[in-house]
């Protein structure tokens, strides 16, 4: 027997048929990266069914050397859950490790399973008068252990944060078999470091993640969605500063969005429509809500706070949801950017971070400096403006060959842009992870003190480079 045939014989023995396969046909939906940028190969795809199993397989690979990429939902947007093209590395797949193992109501806590789909969390939340302070639009497919592994941030980032301030407790499988079992959360713990912190955002190349205990919250009892048309991502910016002093914590969602990406969605969607009769350079998405000791107040409250913008002429027009289904098609706008613009055609996109305060000024001095300089192209920005977090894409200009585009004038164009952000006191990476996408870009333009660390911690916790090899270092 080769090398090969030795180690998928073993793993055959601890998996069994239904935790491993070589077939080409189940693979191939895996091996290529959500935007489909990446496609790599694999000599397998495991899927243990719990965490001795997974521990047992990890003692495995290391013995016979065998690369591990782990991989939640494949909806990443950097390239972190792919594997290269040697075809040598071991998918890991967890989506059948999916239980939710607990869901205490009074201490306000969920343990559950990497391989839980969000939505599938937010409804077993929902169903005890709970809910989980996180969403995106790949709820329907991205998994626990996924967000965990990028540090994922999505709509509600403005008041909840992102996943580190949602993880309580975590467990994980170590480059070594052993389980690093972490999940009972302490309000006061000074045991050294906190070392689950070195796992989330490690994008898999630390340890496995394998469980979490999270925060829930409250279920929302009344929310009102307000979309607004400005003039400028400058107004939206002072608009953003009204509404929290008017709604304090209630404010839980702040999006923009140009008027170029509301035309893309609306002919994405062609059942949609507009919530505003006229067109605007930029508009504004914003949620507010309350729990049952501030639902019978919430619509007023929203209607005060938008007469005072209204009067202080903060905003040209607004439309305000009178029901959960107007609500669910304003944020379903949103949500379907991304995919509109993929329909569209080739682009270059940046999820990038600055200074809050900073935003609007580096949107609108960089982006008429980018199409300039690339004549033909289209510089858009939206997101979440009160996080100064912005996806920032760049639409291509008519070409026959969008990869080739990609590869040549994009790769330049990215690197500008990463330049500028750099420049700007920002981020290449405000919550879609470093992947292979950037991790060339954070070599380059990271902090070297920042990257001895990571690189030491790296070859610590992984001598051998199994986990996750060619992603964030």
């Known amino acids: 027997m080769t090398n090969t045939d030795s180690f998928l014989a073993e793993a055959t023995a601890l998996l069994g048929p239904r935790g491993l396969t070589t077939d080409a046909d189940l693979l191939a939906p895996w091996l290529t990266d959500w935007r489909g940028r990446y496609t790599g190969s694999a000599v397998a795809m ?16 290391a013995r016979f050397g065998v690369s591990i990429v782990p991989q939640g939902g494949n909806s990443g947007m950097s390239g972190g859950a792919t594997p290269d093209g040697s075809g040598t590395a071991l998918l890991l797949s967890l989506r059948r490790m999916n239980a939710i193992r607990t869901l205490d109501i009074e201490a306000r806590q969920v343990t559950c399973e990497a391989g839980v789909v969000l939505q599938t ?7 005890r008068d709970l809910r989980f302070p996180l969403s995106l639009g790949g709820k329907g497919s991205a998994t626990v252990g996924g967000l965990i592994s990028t540090n994922a941030g999505g ?23 052993q389980v690093f079992s972490m999940l009972t959360p302490l309000k006061k713990d000074n045991r050294g470091f906190d070392l689950k912190q070195l796992l989330i955002g490690s994008e898999g190349t630390m340890g496995i993640v394998t469980a979490a205990t999270l925060r829930l919250l409250p279920a929302i009892a009344e929310r009102v969605v307000i979309w607004a048309g400005v003039p400028s991502l400058g107004a939206a910016r002072k608009l953003l500063l009204h509404c929290e002093r008017s709604a304090g914590e209630a404010l839980e969602g702040f999006e923009v969005l140009p008027q170029a990406c509301l035309d893309a969605v609306l002919d994405y969607l062609p059942d949609s429509r507009a919530p505003l009769s006229d067109r605007h350079a930029w508009h504004v998405l914003i949620e507010v809500v309350a729990d049952r000791n501030a ?44 995919p509109a613009e993929r329909a569209r055609g080739p682009a270059v996109q940046h999820d990038i971070s600055v200074p809050v305060e900073k935003m609007p000024d580096f949107v609108e001095t960089t982006a008429p400096m980018i199409e300039a300089r690339w004549p033909g192209t289209e510089a858009i920005a939206f997101g979440h403006l009160g996080d100064g977090n912005v996806h920032y894409h760049v639409i291509a200009p008519d070409v026959t060959d969008g990869p080739a585009w990609q590869a040549d004038q994009g790769k330049t164009i990215s690197r ?19 992947g292979q996408l950037k991790r060339d870009e954070l070599a380059r333009l990271g902090d070297p003190a920042a990257l001895s660390m990571l690189r030491a911690v790296k070859h610590a916790l992984d001598p051998a480079g199994i986990l996750n090899p060619g992603k964030l270092i």
């Open 416 to 434: 500008y842009i990463h330049d500028l952000v750099t420049e700007w006191g920002g981020s290449i990476s405000a919550e879609h992870g470093i």
């Open 295 to 338: 639902a019978a107040t919430l619509r007023d409250r929203c209607e005060s706070m938008m007469a005072d913008a209204f009067e202080a002429e903060l905003l040209e027009d607004a439309a305000m949801s009178s029901n959960e289904s107007q609500a669910e098609a304003m944020w379903l706008l949103r949500e379907s950017i991304s």
């Open 46 to 61: 495991a899927s243990p069914a719990n965490v001795p199993e997974l521990a047992e397989l990890v003692n495995i690979c």
């Open 121 to 127: 969390l937010h409804e077993a939340a929902e169903a």
């Open 155 to 177: 709509t509600q980032v403005l008041r909840h944060g992102s996943m580190r301030a949602l993880v309580l407790g975590l467990e994980a499988v170590l480059a070594d078999g």
